[in-house]
C-alpha cells in the first residue's frame, strides 16, 4: 500500500519520501493488510508508537527533503498518518498539508492555531472508526479558519481511498483532489510530498539517525488547486 502510495505521488510529479515512524521499535517493519495476524501486529505498532516523536520525524523528513534540491515540502498521510500530518500542519514548517481519514484529528483541535499553511482534510462521514460527532466537531471547529479546506464524503466508510477497495469512484477523486491541493500550495517546480500512514508497510524512508531518503524523484507537477473551497463531496 505504502509503496503503491509514494508511486502514484511520483507518477503526479513529486519527489515522494516514506520515513519509516516505526523504526524506534523495530526498524524495517514491513507488513501487508491481507491477514489477521498483520492486522493485530500493525495495530500493536500503531499503540506503542510515540506520536509526538513521530512529528519530529516529520520535520526531519520536510528538512531532508529540501536539501535535495526542492523549494517546498509538504505532508500527506492517511489514517493514524492523517493525524499525525494534521500534528504536523500545526507544530511544523510544511508548506502544505493533507489527511484522508484522518483518526483522532478531532482530539487535537486545540492546537488548530498552530497552522500556518494550507490543509485539506479527506471525511468519510460513514467511517466505522471515527464517531460521525467527531467528523462534525472537526468541520465545525475548523469552518473558520481560511487555511482549512474540509471535504466530506456522505457515503464513504474509513480507509475510501485505500487501492483495491470498493470505493473507486471516490478514491480517484479524493486522490486527484489531495494531489492538486499539494501541488498548488507546495509550489509549480520540483516539490515533495511527504506520505505516511498507520500501517507500517514500507522499510524504505527513515533511518537510524532520522535523516529520511528519497524513494522516487519528481517530474511534471500537476495543475494547482484552488483555494478557498470547503466543499461537500
Given at each position: 500500500?505504502?509503496?503503491?502510495?509514494a508511486d502514484?505521488?511520483?507518477?503526479?510529479?513529486?519527489?515522494?519520501?516514506?520515513?519509516?515512524?516505526?523504526?524506534?521499535?523495530?526498524?524495517?517493519?514491513?507488513?501487508?493488510?491481507?491477514?489477521?495476524?498483520?492486522?493485530?501486529?500493525?495495530?500493536?505498532?500503531?499503540?506503542?508508537?510515540?506520536?509526538?516523536?513521530?512529528?519530529?520525524?516529520?520535520?526531519?523528513?520536510?528538512?531532508?527533503?529540501?536539501?535535495?534540491?526542492?523549494?517546498?515540502?509538504?505532508?500527506?498521510?492517511?489514517?493514524?498518518?492523517?493525524?499525525?500530518?494534521?500534528?504536523?500542519?500545526?507544530?511544523?514548517?510544511?508548506?502544505?498539508?493533507?489527511?484522508?481519514?484522518?483518526?483522532?484529528?478531532?482530539?487535537?483541535?486545540?492546537?488548530?492555531?498552530?497552522?500556518?499553511?494550507?490543509?485539506?482534510?479527506?471525511?468519510?462521514?460513514?467511517?466505522?472508526?471515527?464517531?460521525?460527532?467527531?467528523?462534525?466537531?472537526?468541520?465545525?471547529t475548523l469552518?473558520?479558519?481560511?487555511?482549512?479546506?474540509?471535504?466530506?464524503?456522505?457515503?464513504?466508510?474509513?480507509?475510501?481511498?485505500?487501492?483495491?477497495?470498493?470505493?473507486?469512484?471516490?478514491?480517484?477523486?479524493?486522490?486527484?483532489?489531495?494531489?492538486?491541493?499539494?501541488?498548488?500550495?507546495?509550489?509549480?517546480?520540483?516539490?515533495?510530498?511527504?506520505?505516511?500512514?498507520?500501517?507500517?508497510?514500507?522499510?524504505?524512508?527513515?533511518?537510524?539517525?532520522?535523516?529520511?531518503?528519497?524513494?522516487?524523484?519528481?517530474?511534471?507537477?500537476?495543475?494547482?488547486?484552488?483555494?478557498?473551497?470547503?466543499?461537500?463531496?
Open positions: 500500500v505504502m509503496r503503491g502510495k502514484w505521488l511520483a507518477r503526479e510529479g513529486f519527489l515522494a519520501v516514506s520515513p519509516d515512524l516505526f523504526w524506534r521499535i523495530k526498524p524495517g517493519i514491513d507488513l501487508t493488510d491481507q491477514s489477521e495476524a498483520e492486522w493485530k501486529q500493525a495495530l500493536d505498532y500503531m499503540n506503542q508508537l510515540d506520536k509526538n516523536a513521530s512529528v519530529r520525524d516529520v520535520q526531519a523528513t520536510l528538512t531532508w527533503a529540501r536539501s535535495q534540491g526542492v523549494s517546498k515540502a509538504g505532508a500527506l498521510g492517511y489514517c493514524m498518518g492523517g493525524y499525525i500530518a494534521f500534528l504536523a500542519a500545526c507544530r511544523t514548517d510544511t508548506d502544505a498539508t493533507v489527511c484522508y481519514h484522518g483518526g483522532g484529528i478531532h482530539t487535537a483541535l486545540g492546537e488548530a492555531s498552530g497552522i500556518k499553511k494550507p490543509v485539506m482534510l479527506h471525511n468519510p462521514m460513514k467511517d466505522g472508526f471515527i464517531p460521525v460527532e467527531a467528523l462534525n466537531t472537526i468541520r465545525e469552518a473558520s479558519n481560511p487555511l482549512v479546506t474540509v471535504g466530506e464524503y456522505a457515503e464513504q466508510d474509513h480507509a475510501f481511498t485505500r487501492e483495491g477497495g470498493a470505493q473507486r469512484r471516490a478514491r480517484r477523486a479524493a486522490r486527484g483532489r489531495g494531489a492538486r491541493c499539494a501541488a498548488g500550495y507546495a509550489g509549480t517546480q520540483t516539490e515533495t510530498a511527504l506520505h505516511h500512514s498507520g500501517i507500517p508497510e514500507s522499510n524504505r524512508g527513515f533511518d537510524h539517525s532520522g535523516a529520511a531518503r528519497s524513494i522516487a524523484r519528481a517530474r511534471n507537477p500537476p495543475a494547482p488547486a484552488r483555494a478557498g473551497r470547503r466543499p461537500v463531496w
